[in-house]
Nanobody, 113 residues
């Protein structure tokens, strides 16, 4: 059974930082492309950052220079370091694994003063 479990969300003030984690089980993690998506209220789910098995990364334009995705294949975990958070970053953040199109349950990030 495949499981993706996110953690690290919360409430943070504008300009603040958060680190999200996603730990996978039931997959050959090192062979999977992993990604973070965000879904704001009443909006479609959008790609935030993606990391290949060889750790090639790509980011949405809206987060370039502020967010960093990384992976630790020893513990089947990816991270999203989020700096300079803005109110428009408020969303539920989901972890995704491909191939197989697996999703985590999501973690809420709220940026507000």
């Amino acid at each position: 059974q495949v499981r993706l479990v996110e953690s690290g969300g919360g409430l943070v003030q504008p300009g603040g930082s958060l680190k999200l984690s996603c730990t996978a089980s039931g997959i050959a993690f090192g062979s999977y492309t992993m990604a973070w998506y965000q879904q704001a209220p009443e909006k479609q789910r959008e790609l935030v950052a993606i990391i290949s098995p060889s750790s090639t990364v790509n980011y949405a334009d809206s987060v370039k220079g502020r967010f960093t995705i990384s992976r630790d294949n020893r513990i089947n975990t990816i991270y999203l370091h989020m700096n300079g958070l803005k109110p428009e970053d408020t969303a539920v953040y989901y972890c995704h694994a491909a191939p197989g199109d697996y999703w985590g349950q999501g973690t809420q990030v709220t940026v507000s003063s």
